[in-house]
């Protein structure tokens, strides 16, 4: 049994005309109040992490840099976990030639509807794979800097090492903003590389030694930098403004480990009894498949409090994996995630406080007292799903309060606090300015997430023209992804342009019953009422079926005024095709077996800026000086979305 606790109940409107907007609250003022921007709404200051020690000359392959060397403490086990940092270990030519050979990877993969796959707080990563072992097929150019500079680092500081995979990770706006404190479970040691100058973004890496988010620190890196650090350092990614891009790499401990896929370093550290290593190891043998194994020491982090042990532990007790034959136990979840809120762990806070807020029949009583006091100490920890879950608590309560807190969640990019807010500026609640751009900017965030009903909103918009270009096509198929994803208002919707043929699809009346039904029976009123509207087109033959191209000969064979009417009834764009050649290819997107293209992020200008003699820019700057992203260019607003509350 599973109880979703993670989503506030929403109003779900469908599109039934430009005028159909979201319902909701419903209170405007004449005057509105001033509220912070979002941008404006950091929780923790930008604190940069002092070193203790003067720095080191080392040698790095055949190049000699300099080495700072940093510690924080572990917070759940005793003793320091340490990390070194290496200023200019790549030239700019290599630090730009990687960001724009990586970035043009992960762009595609984007694009494509990949590189969203979950990262450790469960949100798409945005993130692209670009070598794995021996293979840089993807990047060419990152195999001799790996051979001949970062892997010699490596095994000099740490001892044997093996590359085990890298990947480009981007925090740009509109997509990632922040990676929770965490530490690395796949790795044995792990190098985050710099692909730009620290001006580009406020914020960055930072490591934490404790669950206090006042405690945190961040790691200063100029484009080409180095942070080296091992799997036991607690770190994370806050960007509150500007973008950034980084190369992380992963390395194991020798080449047996990365052709396996295991940890072996994690067993030898279980074996001696170390915190890090038994719940490292714990995952290791749960990734194996072996949960019952994987419990055993999970257990044993547990008794020794540590707080990401005890954190998962009552994941698997509230709802346990998959074929892990575990069994539920609701009680043990609630102690084990009690224990973990009071040792400072930021997730656990937030997730018990938000369970025992909503309370579950039968299992946990509610305790909204006690749920807001956990609440509040998540939000104390930076943990995004506290601050939502506690601005949803507040407005309950009436007070306002409880929108700064939605915004504080929105600017970490938290998906539901982005499409709270985008209704709050749509719909001019609690006085918010009723801004169409902003409303817009939030509910593609949390689209781009995957939101279902910000996927829904998005198509609303777009097939209606409202503050947008308006785009029959692009917009059916974010109610299709919206659909599968399980949003009533995207199964009606779609159910609705499949009934009437709108962005270029087939009319297909069975499939658009099917749709609405699904959607009536999820309890979305407005699909009630139009049953009879869908039952009635059923009783009536389809269109005749088009022969559809199964391949890519088929659409060789065609004529460009062929091709043209294929990619029209498809709703495929294909105005800026020249040649016969571009008509094929585009519509090749469409051929059984083809990933179908996601709506991809607003793609973001890499503006590779000189580096700068900072005392000179801060004196005068010059006439002539590259400005920065955020001065340079105003933020690009993306073109889609629908309406759901």
Not at 77 to 89: D, H, I, K, Q, T
Not at 95 to 121: H, K, W
Not at 472 to 492: D, T, Y
Request: charge should be negative; include cysteine; glycine fraction near 8%.
């Amino acid at each position: 049994m599973t109880w979703d606790i993670s989503r506030a109940s929403c109003t779900s409107i469908t599109h039934s005309g430009p005028n159909s907007l979201m319902s909701g609250a419903k209170g405007r003022s004449k005057e509105p109040a001033a509220w912070p921007a979002i941008d404006q709404l950091a929780a923790v200051p930008v604190r940069p992490y002092v070193f203790s020690e003067a720095p080191s000359s080392i040698a790095a392959g055949s190049r000699f840099v300099l080495e700072s060397r940093g510690a924080v403490p572990r917070p759940y086990a005793p003793g320091e976990a340490e990390f070194f940092v290496y200023p200019g270990l790549l030239t700019d030519n290599e630090a730009s030639q990687l960001l724009s050979s990586c970035s043009q990877v992960l762009s595609e993969e984007i694009g494509s509807g990949r590189g969203r796959e979950p990262d450790v707080d469960g949100r798409p990563a945005f993130a692209v794979e670009v070598a794995r072992g021996g293979n840089f097929n993807k990047v060419p150019a990152l195999r001799p800097l790996v051979e001949s500079v970062l892997l010699p680092l490596v095994r000099q500081k740490l001892g044997a090492a093996t590359l085990s995979s890298a990947f480009l990770r981007r925090f740009v706006p509109e997509e990632r903003r922040f990676l929770a404190l965490h530490r690395e479970v796949r790795a044995w040691a792990v190098m985050s590389v710099a692909l730009q100058d620290s001006s580009a973004y406020t914020g960055g890496l930072f490591v934490q030694g404790s669950g206090r988010a006042l405690d945190r620190r961040f790691v200063q890196l100029e484009r080409g930098g180095v942070c080296l650090f091992h799997h036991d350092l607690h770190h994370g990614v806050d960007v509150q403004e500007g973008s950034r891009f980084e190369l992380v790499i992963h390395f194991k401990d020798s080449p047996q480990a990365v052709s396996e896929g295991t940890c072996p370093w994690f067993r030898k550290l279980a074996e001696a009894g170390d915190v890090s290593g038994l719940y490292g190891h714990a995952l290791a043998l749960a990734r194996k498949g072996d949960f019952l194994g994987a419990k055993d020491f999970l257990d044993k982090a547990c008794e020794s409090d540590d707080g990401d042990a005890l954190w998962t532990a009552a994941e698997w007790c509230w709802d346990p994996p998959l074929g892990s034959s575990l069994q539920e136990s609701p009680s043990a979840a609630l102690t084990l995630w009690r224990r973990a809120a009071e040792l400072g762990h930021g997730r656990s806070r937030g997730r018990y406080g938000s369970v025992l807020m909503q309370g579950v029949p039968g299992h946990v009583q509610q305790d909204i007292w006690e749920g807001k006091r956990m609440l509040r100490l998540g939000f104390e920890s930076d943990d995004p799903d506290a601050t939502f879950h506690l601005g949803q608590a507040l407005l309950q309560d009436g007070d306002r309060d409880g929108a700064t807190k939605l915004m504080a969640a929105c600017a970490k990019g938290h998906p539901r606090a982005c499409f709270q807010v985008a209704e709050m500026h749509r719909e001019g609640q609690l006085q918010f300015p009723q801004d169409l751009q902003q409303c817009l900017r939030c509910t593609k965030w949390a689209a781009h997430q995957g939101d279902p009903q910000a996927l829904s909103n998005l198509g609303h918009l777009l097939i209606n023209g409202v503050g947008v270009i308006k785009d029959e096509a692009k917009a059916v198929r974010l109610f299709r992804h919206s659909a599968k994803l399980g949003a009533p208002e995207g199964m009606l919707n779609y159910g609705l342009a499949l009934l009437r043929g709108s962005g270029g699809v087939k009319v297909d009346y069975q499939e658009a019953l099917e749709w609405a039904q699904q959607s009536a029976a999820s309890g979305h009123s407005l699909a009630h009422q139009q049953l009879s509207m869908f039952f009635n087109a059923a009783k009536n033959p389809n269109p005749p079926a088009r022969c559809a191209p199964s391949s890519i000969e088929e659409l060789r064979s065609l004529g460009v005024r062929e091709l043209q009417n294929l990619l029209r009834l498809e709703g495929i764009d294909f105005s800026d095709c020249v040649e016969k050649s571009d008509l094929i290819a585009r519509a090749a997107l469409r051929l059984p077996g083809v990933t179908e293209p996601w709506d991809a992020a607003p793609e973001h200008t890499l503006l590779l800026e000189p580096r700068r003699q900072r005392a000179a820019a801060a004196a005068s700057p010059s006439k002539d000086e590259v400005p920065t992203p955020q001065a340079s260019r105003k933020e690009v607003l993306p073109e889609v979305f629908e309406l759901a509350d």
